[in-house]
């Protein structure tokens, strides 16, 4: 399992949401935002949603210090 993908999944339950409740919000299957989540896909769509859980700007995601910091 790709670690950076871990810190992102621990970040949201962290800032209070999960990739489902973004996959609800959004109207897509779980497994495309855990994709995106994992790099295996690009929707920019979900990548925004993602940051904008996270708090931080799209090209920031993976980051996973900035992740970890809230920068």
Not at 12 to 26: N, Q
């Amino acid at each position: 399992m790709d670690p950076s993908y871990e810190k992102l999944k621990h970040a949201l339950k962290r800032s209070g949401t999960s990739f489902r409740a973004i996959a609800r919000e959004l109207g897509v299957s779980h497994t495309a935002v855990v994709d995106v989540a994992k790099k295996e896909r690009r929707s920019a769509r979900i990548s925004k949603a993602l940051a904008e859980k996270l708090g931080v700007p799209v090209d920031k995601i993976w980051n996973t210090e900035s992740s970890e910091d809230g920068k």
